[in-house]
Structures are given as structure tokens and as C-alpha cells.
């Protein structure tokens, strides 16, 4: 979360989101989703251009959409918000 957060470099921020999106998995996503509702608008946006830097890269990330699948029945409300925002940046594809 703190590289995800970083208030001194925005790039850590994007790098890390693209690299936890790479992975794909849902503990991965579960952190960036996580983040996504702690950001701030700027934040935010940071986030979803390295979600967004992974799905259009060289090996995509097709398992983003399936960890928010899992993600939508978390326990946790906060990971349910912040899985349904990296749905929507997903181009249409729901959690």
C-alpha cells in the first residue's frame, strides 16, 4: 500500500498498479482496490492509468476482470467499492 500511495512520486504509484495488475490475481487486485478507495482524485487517476498501462501492454492482464470477479463477494465493503471502480475502467467489463 505504501508504494500504491506514495505522496512523493506519482510514478511509484503507477508502476506499482501496472505491476499488481500484471500479476492479476486477486490479492494483487485486492490491493490495488484498496487504494483506489483511499486515493484521491489524482491518486485515482494515477491508479487507473497503470491498470489501464497493463491490460493495453505486450502480455495484457487478463485476469484483472476475474479477481474482481472474486473481489465483488469480499467481506470487506471497501474492497467491494474499490473492485467495482477498477471494473468500470475495464471498458464495460463487470465485476
Known amino acids: 500500500m505504501g508504494l500504491l500511495m ?3 512520486d506519482t510514478s511509484v504509484t503507477r508502476q506499482t498498479a501496472e505491476a499488481l495488475a500484471r500479476v492479476g490475481m486477486a490479492a494483487a487486485v485486492r490491493l490495488i482496490a484498496l ?3 483511499e486515493a484521491d482524485g489524482s491518486r485515482a487517476d494515477w491508479l487507473q492509468t497503470g491498470v489501464h498501462d497493463a ?3 505486450p502480455f495484457g492482464a487478463p ?3 476475474a479477481a474482481c470477479g472474486k473481489l465483488a463477494q469480499d467481506q470487506e465493503e471497501a474492497v467491494r467499492r ?3 471502480e477498477i471494473s468500470a475502467w475495464l ?5
Open 6 to 8: 506514495d505522496a512523493e
Open 35 to 37: 487504494a483506489v478507495v
Open 55 to 57: 491490460l493495453v501492454g
Open 63 to 65: 485476469d484483472v476482470a
Open 82 to 84: 474499490g473492485a467495482a
Open 91 to 95: 471498458d464495460g467489463t463487470s465485476c
